[in-house]
DNA sequence: GATGAATGAGAGTTCATTCAT
DNA sequence: CATGAATGAACTCTCATTCAT
């Protein structure tokens, strides 16, 4: 019975991960707007099975965004201590944006910022980037009128800009993080003309 | 008859325009998927007047699309022979974000990309773009390893970096304008890890 | 004034005159789901235009129909003399089915079966046809036991047997109307299993 | 559990049933332009059941020809070994015509003459009734330049033919069918004034 | 009388979600 | 637990008809 019910379980979770994988390759393929049934048929379940593995869709676009936002707090904690805190934010970034796939991430974020369980785990990411920040800051390594809320922000901008293109080379936002973390660094600031806002 | 003509059509063109900026707030609300119902709605007209003046929902977007795109050219026409090189790509770029509900026009763009009349105008604004960022470089006001079509990519970005806020203040963009046109300054510039994109 | 009233006039009969033969064009074409609109762009004139001169689209296919049906009528009419009563009824089947495009006559006719105009005239010409028959019946040339209601309803058949082709030849009908004008004749006869129909 | 597959899929089949009775039904009240949600009404099921079991309002159309048509080549078939081959061509033809509401038939299949699996069992009728009208040449129960074509195309006349009342007693397309068969008869037969057509 | 912009009901179709099996 | 049939609201788009000009 044990036996069953444990087997029944990983069953389940392993239709549960096949859901996830299909749905972030399916919406990848065809955005947000892709269907529930597309995504079952991807991962070789009936739709039913999607609803009662997620209580909605806007519910597994969550998960989905959680699980990939979990990633990210893991990889602020690991390297809040770092010794090199410049580099260290510069590879947070890095890893932030190299998520296969984040190209929707943006999307499904925005679908899903209302969902509690987003929310929290999102400001966690956000305590974690505040964190390397200072610690950069205080390094010197970035300008001081930087704030944490404002590195958050333009965390999915080196990917976003590639939607610009068609069909855009894997790794370009790599220049364009590299770019934008120059913006960030000490040298050649400018007076910023607004304050940086509070994450709400 | 000739007046009578033209009041019509100037009673339609109202409508034309209503309808355009309806379809502005209401896809800046609620995302391209905003219904066309909706946008008659907002517009204070009925659905089939929609199909009146623009083919398709396409149709409609892409000439909401087309209008941000021309006072873009028309901006980066002027601004070609500007005094100050440097100052003038930071003035386009200005522009470019300053448009009410730019918000959208990332989506939109992508949404609307395969458009014969979208290209021709991205197009156009692209030129614009390249010949604005080689007088700024040729001035030494920008990095020489930045191109036309980077600088024409991290247009849209400094708005689109605000979608991370549920409730941003309106000029936000201007922040993350100048943060990100630091970037581009030959100050404190390092190699960028990949060569400028192509257009395609 | 009597003048420009008399060419109003004259213009709008030339208008009632385009929208009809347009109607008949288009409705063969497209069948009878065309659009009013279609109609309108064929004749040249306004879709308003339709309106100010039939009720509605059901009254402009009345009006096609009956105008098809007069010119039978007429043929009836003329016919009802003859000298060779045989000869006559088939030169009006003859008539009836040369009608361009009296294919869609079937449908338009069914479509315009409760107006009160084409129901008065089509029993004209079910009259009509009544006599030719009556005629013929007398001179031997047809078999006795069918009624005018049945060559009224079969008038249409010999056109009607073309729409199982995709392209037929244009004067086909000719070949089922010899066909069916066989099975009216007395030679071959057999006993027929129902009476004839009332026309209702 | 093939049970239960076997219910579920029970219900699913009654559910198709339902839907092309009632299809058949409300096509043959308002002809084709009939909507789908009318044809769901009248099957006591939603509207969106219809697109579960067919993929479009064409291919539901589809469906019920085929139906027809199979019945039709069933029909052939068994009658193609008769002794008496003019009374299995008139069986046929009776067979063909007795089908209930076949009053559409005619309509439906020029609606849906590009279907592929329409054209396939249409042509295996027309060989069918080739090989019929072959048979009662050779045996001289009917004409001899009378062709299968000539005979499929008129095979739906006597149906239609009622098309001209609107109240018409069920039965009385067999009175039409006697009379277009003495028709076929060599007794009595005129030179036909046209070659018989090949099906395109 | 003619125009064509506006209307709004209704078409076919899709899809997240529910639920009997 | 999984299934997939059924649901019905929502969508884009069409069209006969009305009416201000």
Not at 23 to 31: K, L, Y
Not at 36 to 46: C, L, Q
Not at 121 to 146: F, K, Q, S, W, Y
């Amino acid at each position: 019975m044990t036996a069953s019910a444990r087997a029944l379980r990983s069953d389940a979770a392993r239709n549960r991960e096949s859901l996830l994988a299909a749905a972030e390759e399916v919406f990848a393929e065809r955005g947000v707007e892709a269907s529930v049934a597309d995504i079952a048929r991807r991962a070789g379940v009936a739709k039913g099975t999607v609803f009662r593995h997620f209580a909605s869709k806007e519910d597994l676009i969550a998960s989905l965004v959680c699980d990939h936002l979990i990633t990210l707090t893991d990889a602020a904690h690991r390297l809040a201590d770092a010794g090199d805190p410049g580099a260290a934010l510069l590879e947070f970034l890095t890893i932030a944006a190299d998520q296969r796939r984040q190209h929707d991430l943006t999307y499904l974020l925005t679908y899903s910022a209302n969902d509690a369980r987003v929310t929290t785990i999102r400001d966690e990411v956000h305590a974690g980037v505040e964190t390397l920040v200072a610690n950069a800051r205080a390094a010197g390594a970035i300008r001081p009128d930087v704030t944490g809320t404002d590195v958050f922000l333009l965390m999915c901008a080196p990917v976003h800009v590639m939607d610009g293109l068609s069909d855009p080379p894997p790794d370009l936002w790599r220049r364009y993080l590299a770019i934008i973390f120059d913006g960030l660094r000490p040298q050649g600031a400018t007076a910023l003309p607004l304050p940086a806002p509070e994450l709400s």
